[in-house]
T-cell receptor, first 110, second 117 residues
């Protein structure tokens, strides 16, 4: 079945360092969503990418959707302690399911 | 306030004792879904519903039931809970599934932590 893989599973960075998480799908995706879950919280929608090669920015966060629409990345520039949490990508099947990656948990040392 | 409300937030129970986790949304959303979250496995979809009286299996439906008799409610039923169903459960809703090229963002409840002994 359709799978969405995410790496790395964990990342520890010093505050101010950059961070990237990668998302790979076994099938071509029509779009991809990114969510952030703070420790003890629930996932919160960040952004959706639809077009091949699309790049979107939200302040220090940069989201990319691959040309083949099978991979995506989230890059955070100059991490802050408020960036701590688990970041998930999610892609839809054509039957109504939403497939989440395993998530990347980011720890930031002040 | 627009929200997805789950109850209970925490539950410790024993194997075989039927339980229901309720989920209610006040946003008139058509699409609702249940996920379980386990360490290292991310969020796995249990069941989803595109509208009233329409439900479908997600990736891990075994041992669970759902119903969608009203638009706002989507309860998750564990008829005979087992220890491998110990997990963190999230209900989510979105305006609609939308077109294939632009599905709506999901709004999540605060989660229900279930422990089955």
């Amino acid at each position: 079945g359709q799978q969405v893989m995410q790496i790395p599973q964990y990342q520890h960075v010093q505050e101010g360092e950059d961070f990237t998480t990668y998302c790979n799908s076994s099938t071509t995706l029509s779009n991809i969503q990114w969510y952030k879950q703070r420790p003890g919280g629930h996932p919160v929608f960040l952004i959706q990418l639809v077009k091949s090669g699309e790049v979107k920015k939200q302040k220090r966060l940069t989201f990319q959707f691959g040309e083949a629409k099978k991979n995506s990345s989230l890059h955070i520039t100059a991490t802050q302690t408020t960036d701590v949490g688990t970041y998930f990508c999610a892609g839809p099947s054509n039957t109504g399911k939403l497939i989440f990656g395993q998530g990347t948990t980011l720890q930031v040392k002040p | 306030e627009a929200q997805v409300t789950q109850n209970p937030r925490y539950l410790i129970t024993v194997t075989g004792k039927k339980l229901t986790v309720t989920c209610s949304q006040n946003m008139n959303h058509e699409y609702m879904s249940w996920y379980r979250q386990d360490p290292g496995l991310g969020l796995r979809q249990i069941y989803y519903s595109m509208n009233v009286e329409v439900t479908d299996k997600g990736d891990v439906p075994e041992g669970y039931k759902v119903s969608r008799k009203e638009k706002r409610n989507f309860p998750l039923i564990l008829e005979s809970p087992s220890p491998n169903q110990t997990s963190l459960y999230f209900c989510a809703s979105s305006l609609s599934w939308g077109s294939l090229y632009s599905n709506q963002p999901q709004h999540f409840g605060d989660g229900t932590r279930l422990s089955i002994l």
